[in-house]
């Protein structure tokens, strides 16, 4: 079930004649497979746009317990 109200790929810009059905985010197929490979790949080798927001993740999750940690400790 997809995002009826979309007519084009947010990614590539087909029509969803074209592509066929696109998804709530807005992706066609092709494009939605070749960006969840490529944020997979990125986030194993450690390279790329996906292994950096992991990474930003993993440092706010740290600061937040270090936070935490120190008000909660008199």
């Given at each position: 079930?997809?995002?009826?109200?979309?007519?084009?790929?947010?990614?590539?810009?087909?029509?969803?004649?074209?592509?066929?059905?696109?998804?709530?985010?807005g992706l066609?197929?092709?494009?939605?497979?070749?960006?969840?490979?490529?944020?997979?790949?990125?986030?194993?080798?450690?390279?790329?746009?996906?292994?950096?927001?992991?990474?930003?993740?993993?440092?706010?999750?740290?600061?937040?317990?270090?936070?935490?940690?120190?008000?909660?400790?008199?």
């Open positions: 079930m997809g995002d009826k109200r979309r007519a084009n790929c947010t990614c590539c810009g087909k029509n969803r004649d074209e592509v066929g059905e696109l998804s709530w985010s066609c197929g092709p494009c939605g497979a070749a960006i969840l490979e490529e944020n997979a790949v990125g986030i194993s080798t450690k390279t790329g746009y996906a292994h950096r927001r992991r990474l930003r993740g993993y440092a706010e999750m740290l600061q937040r317990e270090l936070l935490d940690e120190r008000t909660s400790t008199p």
